[in-house]
């Protein structure tokens, strides 16, 4: 397995734009294990509604799933901040279902940081509709 390492937003949080370019780059390559690094080792991950995860080995394996379920996905960065202790970004992501058709929402993250890397990750989306019958 290929060992991965990812960049950590700075104390100061002046890379935000380009770290959370670079996480949401590896989730839209569907390369979880280039995601992972971003974590720390007990991170905690709630997508939406969906239950939570804790710890990367779980992380991975809802992500996996998740990504595995759907052909494509694509975020675009509106605006990107990072206050003390915490990263967050707002924009648009569209999910390219397995039949093609598409579903285009807001979304917003939350990330609490420890040392750099996201220790609680935090997905605010409305994709109820992702598995409605198209």
């Given at each position: 397995?290929?060992?991965?390492?990812a960049?950590?937003?700075?104390?100061s949080?002046?890379?935000?734009?380009?770290?959370?370019?670079?996480?949401?780059?590896?989730?839209?390559?569907?390369?979880?294990?280039?995601?992972l690094?971003?974590?720390?080792?007990?991170a905690?991950?709630?997508f939406?509604?969906?239950?939570?995860?804790?710890?990367?080995?779980?992380?991975?394996?809802?992500?996996?799933?998740?990504?595995?379920?759907?052909?494509?996905?694509?975020?675009?960065?509106?605006?990107?901040?990072a206050?003390?202790?915490?990263?967050?970004?707002?924009?648009t992501v569209?999910?390219?279902?397995?039949?093609?058709?598409?579903?285009?929402?807001?979304?917003?993250?939350?990330?609490a940081?420890r040392?750099?890397?996201?220790r609680?990750?935090r997905?605010?989306?409305?994709?109820s509709?992702?598995?409605a019958?198209t």
């Amino acid at each position: 397995m290929t060992v991965h390492a990812a960049p950590v937003l700075s104390a100061s949080g002046d890379n935000v734009g380009a770290w959370m370019s670079a996480l949401l780059a590896a989730v839209d390559a569907r390369d979880t294990p280039r995601f992972l690094p971003f974590l720390t080792e007990d991170a905690a991950f709630r997508f939406a509604n969906h239950p939570p995860a804790t710890g990367r080995a779980e992380v991975g394996a809802a992500v996996s799933a998740f990504l595995g379920s759907i052909r494509e996905v694509r975020h675009e960065i509106d605006h990107a901040w990072a206050p003390a202790g915490h990263a967050i970004c707002q924009g648009t992501v569209t999910y390219t279902r397995v039949d093609g058709s598409t579903l285009t929402v807001p979304f917003a993250n939350v990330f609490a940081m420890r040392d750099g890397r996201i220790r609680d990750y935090r997905i605010y989306v409305d994709a109820s509709a992702l598995y409605a019958p198209t």
